[in-house]
């Protein structure tokens, strides 16, 4: 690798993530688990929280596939609960919604309401609409024509499900991450 052989541990670490997602991106999950661990833990070393963030939710990402959701639910809590210090809400949007695929997946519907409307949040105050098009909430996609207007719609929806699971919807990362 290049920044390796140049110093560039920065450079390195990114190298490093990429690889890793191009790795697992080709069915290569255990090649792709040891480079996304180096890239973590030379993220750590550097100080770079938004490399380390990126590298949790990589990871996260490769343990759900792997059907891990305990680790995969533990790498993308950490990387969520970082990006909301490093207030990095184009980014958190990502984690949340994994993180409410796997409530959902473990059949806590109210939570994964909850997590999916703050992601749409956050998209929303970041002007990130592409989601909004593709906005996916429990038991709801949102494609075509009509899209837009039913991407307006989910937080209505999402809130009448969350109510008629007997919850209420929490207005925080902080909030829903202490159920997570």
């Known amino acids: 690798m290049i920044s390796r052989g140049l110093g560039d541990e920065a450079g390195t670490a990114f ?9 697992s991106a080709q ?3 255990e ?3 040891t480079l996304l661990e180096e890239s ?4 750590r070393r550097l100080g770079m929280s938004i490399d380390v963030a990126h590298a949790l939710m990589y990871l996260g990402d490769l343990r759900l596939h792997g059907h891990d959701t305990e680790r995969a639910r533990a790498f993308l809590r950490k990387s969520g609960v970082l990006l909301a210090q490093l207030q990095n809400k184009t980014v958190l949007s990502y984690p949340l919604r994994r993180l409410a695929l796997l409530a959902r997946l473990r059949g806590d519907m109210p939570l ?13 105050e970041v002007g990130e609409y592409q989601v909004w098009r593709r906005a996916w909430w429990p038991g709801q996609h949102c494609r075509g024509a009509g899209a837009a207007r039913a991407g307006r719609a989910i937080p209505e929806q999402g809130r009448r499900a969350a109510v008629g699971h007997g919850s209420q919807l929490l207005p925080s990362m902080r909030t829903s991450s ?3």
């Not at 190298?15 to 790795?23: K, N, S, T, W």
């Not at 973590?40 to 993220?43: F, G, I, K, P």
Request: glycine share 2%; with cysteine.
């Open 15 to 23: 190298a490093l993530r990429y690889l890793g997602l191009v790795a």
């Open 27 to 29: 069915a290569e999950y």
């Open 31 to 33: 090649r792709a688990s």
């Open 40 to 43: 973590l833990a030379l993220s």
């Open 112 to 124: 994964a309401v909850r997590l999916c409307l703050e992601s749409l949040e956050h998209n929303r």
């Open 178 to 180: 202490e159920r997570l």
